[in-house]
């Protein structure tokens, strides 16, 4: 993250500078404010802040005699000058002591964003001019990698960004794989009395994880197949150059079992390597990493220590003998409103009929199916910002494992309907827990009326009976992030539903979840998943 500092004397100037954008979203954590000059030094020199908005006149010591002081002192700090029309004399004695730039007040939020997005620009082209080492490089790549596996950075920063860097993402298709190391007798033993982390332990599943990335980078890049890093939830990934497909590639097969046996062998370490889908373009890699991350769950039933692919595994799961298919969508949306009963039904009559279609294969059949319908559950809290996400990866972890020891189909079923319990009763109680009234009265109106273009904060604060600066204040505070952000986010995920499950185009499309435009809803759409809403549909029918 990098550092800014806001110095203006007006209180109100600053409040809408840190309103104005979602800063973390730059890049970028407000570090500090300051109403004049003086005070705004004695921050430059605790915290050394990257980025500097200054105001030109201010009381105590102005914005001029603090350039002054930062070109000669703090020449890190590149700083921004906020001026009015007949400020233009000091801005250009400002621009001689290194700022960077200037606003004139008061400036647009896209001329703010442009200048912020250059600024960081030079920032990273600085870091790259000053590296002297590979281990700086090496943060960089892996910060750069991780992001467009995750679908967070644009294709401009990322064309620029990899083109710094050196690296060649022309040989496609790609693959997006993941590794989970094996949990030892003793870490899990730790895990399941709950001890506090060791911060020894936490060093050494540090060098794991270093270790780790450091052999599979070796192996992959040799080969000129692929390349190492760290993911955002500390696990290591890896990025698969020229991959034809789990049936035909065998030569990077052989790469990718290489990668296990020479962990197992320098590192005394069992791991398992699950690979994503096939991608055509690093856009869609984020496709891939999240088919990657959901495959690791199988690595219960096809053994630890191998290489699972996602395509095999659910062709596998096709052609398998008493396959019903699960309507992953429908037993979600159970799982969401809270329904035990109607879940719990939905789970009874599935086994029902996969033990009549085929008695002899009963616990081997209904163990893949409670594996399955686990992994959806889990699914459901992961996507709830209001549960530790840690917890939650620990959970299914322990939960998966459990599946495979029931031996009755009875064991299963009572063991999967104990799941579902859990599992909505963490999705209800989490949000009581932690929500006022007004904002979960509100999640819950959201979700009852998205399709309701009329929909907003006002309306709701109308029905609340309470002032729409408060609800909106309460919201953003206790969610994270604006009213209109999260009904928008929420309606986009609702119609990449649609857009595999129906032929629903265009405006009838947006319509369908609230948007009463559909050029609105298209740019909506591609800020909230980097995709276009075609390209959704095309890639689900690919997978058919």
Not at 130 to 158: P, Y
Not at 182 to 204: G, H, L
Not at 261 to 287: F, Y
Not at 466 to 478: D, M, Q, R
Request: aromatic letters at 8%.
């Amino acid at each position: 993250m990098y550092q800014l500092l806001i110095v203006d004397d007006e209180k109100q100037t600053r409040e809408g500078i840190k309103r104005l954008l979602e800063w973390q979203d730059y890049g970028i954590e407000i570090c500090g404010e300051a109403g004049n000059g003086q005070e705004a030094l004695k921050i430059i020199e605790r915290q050394r802040p990257d980025i500097i908005l200054l105001d030109i006149q201010m009381p105590v010591m102005n914005g001029l005699e603090l350039a002054k002081i930062i070109h000669a002192g703090y020449q890190e700090c590149k700083f921004i000058v906020l001026s009015g029309y007949d400020d233009f004399a000091l801005v250009r004695q400002a621009m001689k002591y290194g700022a960077v730039d200037y606003l004139l007040k008061p400036s647009g939020k896209e001329e703010i964003i442009q200048t912020i997005e250059e600024i960081i620009d030079t920032l990273e082209d600085r870091i790259i001019s000053k590296l002297q080492n590979n281990e700086h490089l090496a943060l960089l790549k892996n910060n750069v990698l991780n992001r467009m596996i995750n679908g967070t950075i644009s294709s401009r920063e990322l064309r620029d960004k990899l083109e710094l860097l050196e690296l060649d993402f022309s040989k496609g298709p790609f693959a997006v794989a993941s590794v989970e190391i094996a949990q030892t007798p003793d870490s899990a033993a730790s895990a399941e009395i709950d001890q506090a982390p060791d911060p020894i332990a936490e060093d050494d599943i540090s060098r794991q994880i270093f270790g780790i990335c450091n052999i599979c980078e070796g192996i992959l890049k040799k080969s000129g197949r692929g390349l190492a890093l760290t993911d955002s939830s500390g696990r290591v990934s890896m990025i698969l150059m020229e991959y034809s497909g789990w049936s035909s590639d065998e030569r990077l097969n052989k790469l990718l079992k290489r990668c296990i046996l020479e962990v197992k062998k320098h590192m005394n370490l069992e791991i398992t390597i699950s690979v994503g889908n096939q991608v055509c373009s690093s856009r869609k890699m984020c496709e891939s990493y999240r088919n990657a991350l959901s495959t690791m769950s199988y690595r219960f039933i096809f053994g630890i220590g191998n290489v699972l692919y996602c395509d095999e595994i659910k062709e596998y799961f096709e052609k398998a003998p008493g396959f019903i298919r699960i309507d992953g969508e429908h037993f979600k949306e159970l799982i969401k409103e809270g329904s035990l009963k109607e879940a719990g039904k939905y789970v009874r009559e599935l086994f029902l009929a996969q033990i009549r279609r085929d008695p002899l294969a009963e616990i081997y059949v209904l163990k893949n199916s409670a594996l399955e319908l686990s992994v959806l559950a889990f699914q459901c809290l992961a996507e709830n910002a209001f549960i530790d996400q840690n917890e939650i990866y620990d959970m299914k972890n322990q939960v998966l494992a459990e599946i495979m020891l029931q031996t009755s189909p009875e064991d299963v079923s009572s063991h999967m309907l104990d799941i579902l319990r859990k599992v909505i009763g963490l999705i209800g109680s989490s949000r009581e827990k932690t929500l006022s009234k007004p904002v979960f009265d509100s999640i819950q109106y959201i979700e009852r009326n998205y399709t309701d273009p009329d929909l907003s904060l006002q309306y709701l604060a109308d029905d609340f009976h309470i002032s729409t600066a408060y609800l909106g204040k309460l919201f953003k505070k206790e969610i994270g992030s604006n009213f209109n952000d999260y009904l928008n986010t929420y309606r986009i995920r609702k119609a990449e539903k649609l857009l595999v499950s129906t032929n629903y185009k265009g405006i009838e499309l947006a319509e369908k979840v609230g948007f009463a435009s559909y050029n609105y809803f298209y740019i909506v759409f591609k800020k909230v998943t980097g995709q276009k809403p075609m390209d959704i549909r095309k890639n689900a029918l690919g997978d058919v």
